[in-house]
């Protein structure tokens, strides 16, 4: 009997956390579905994201681990997929740990801890940094760089 599997995820910034979710969750089901975040809830959430929707869901749908890509549009889907894609597992990441305990009564819900030291999040803020430099910041940098390869070379 087939196993299926299903997360959530706004997927922005894709990483090697992302990847190591969907291959963490193809260990234990035979067919994942990733449902991607839209822009339009994203905004619901409070969530801004570099990456537009189109994008992101085409970065998800390219991933061999993944089987099938939709939308996630609202908060209150996941039960109608669950029941609609006849799925056995829903997984998320542990951050989420006890906000989806309703839907065991549909399938199992299991929450994987997250990958150490990456986070959508932590990159965002890592990338941050970067807006502040003027053009003049930029060309030194890239002198020092073009000295330092230099020397190598």
């Known amino acids: 009997m087939k196993k299926t599997a299903i997360t959530y995820g706004t997927f922005d910034l894709f990483h ?8 963490r969750i193809k260990e234990f089901s035979d067919y994942l579905i990733v449902a991607v975040s839209t822009d ?4 619901l ?7 537009p929707f189109e994008n992101r ?4 749908k390219n991933i061999r681990y ?3 890509v939709i ?6 889907q996941k039960l109608n997929d669950i029941k609609n894609y ?8 542990d951050d989420w740990k006890g906000k989806f305990d309703e839907l065991n009564n549909y399938c199992e819900v299991i929450y994987l801890p997250r ?3 990456i986070s959508s999040s932590l990159l965002k803020n890592s990338l941050s940094g970067f807006r502040n430099l003027d053009i003049s910041s930029i060309n030194s940098a890239l002198e020092i760089l073009q000295q330092i390869r230099n020397q190598l070379s």
């Open 45 to 51: 959430k409070g969530k801004k994201t570099i990456i």
């Open 66 to 68: 993944v089987d099938k």
């Open 16 to 23: 090697y956390g992302h990847l190591r979710l969907f291959q």
């Open 115 to 117: 990958t150490d030291g």
């Open 40 to 43: 339009e809830f994203n905004q």
């Open 71 to 76: 939308a996630e549009e609202s908060w209150d």
């Open 57 to 60: 869901i085409e970065i998800v």
């Open 86 to 93: 006849n799925v056995n597992f829903l997984v998320m990441g």
